[in-house]
């Protein structure tokens, strides 16, 4: 069960993450579990008036989201904290969609993150690797398809700025057969 309510803690931040702040009528006698149906609309997740205000208590505990009260309703929303704990569980359920067509064009991304900086480093490169990029050299990756959106979200995690991370868009690689290879291209 606490595996359970771990992943609904995860689930609660990422959805505040994403929704920004939720609010419910303080005078429900039902508080708790209007708020998570809120959230969690269309999932088959069951869980007592209890064991909500518990996970919700252990989230307020942690400092990681905050109520404010506000006439006749309550708004949870994230603090700093809970944004960048939320930020870890988006970053570790990113994928990139894959087109069904290749616009022929890689997505070069280059970045330099110092030595003093090695477990942040290797993190972004593990990163890279788990989304699937091709590294040609350690701080040079390669993937064909649009990941715009997703390398800003990773550059924002790792709070990396345009002069530490640069993405380019290149019709053309030298020998990219290799490249195309590894892609199924």
Do not use: H
């Amino acid at each position: 069960m606490a595996r359970v309510k771990g992943t609904i803690s995860q689930e609660i931040l990422r959805k505040l993450l994403l929704g920004g702040a939720y609010f419910v009528a303080a005078q429900s006698p039902y508080f708790w579990l209007n708020f998570y149906k809120a959230i969690f609309s269309g999932k088959k997740i069951r869980f007592d008036e209890k064991q909500v205000s518990d996970i919700f208590r252990y989230l307020k505990n942690k400092k990681l989201i905050i109520f404010e009260k506000k006439g006749n309703q309550i708004y949870i929303r994230l603090t700093k904290e809970g944004e960048k704990e939320a930020g870890k569980y988006q970053i570790n359920k990113l994928k990139i969609k894959t087109p069904q067509r290749w616009d022929k064009k890689w997505r070069v991304i280059i970045f330099d993150i110092p030595e003093k900086e090695r477990i942040r480093r290797n993190a972004f490169r593990g990163k890279l690797k788990e989304l699937g990029f091709y590294s040609l050299q350690k701080s040079v990756w390669v993937y064909p398809y649009p990941c715009e959106n997703e390398i800003n979200l990773l550059r924002e995690f790792f709070n990396l700025d345009k002069r530490n991370l640069m993405v380019l868009e290149v019709s053309k690689i030298e020998g990219d057969k290799f490249l195309k290879k590894a892609f199924n291209l």
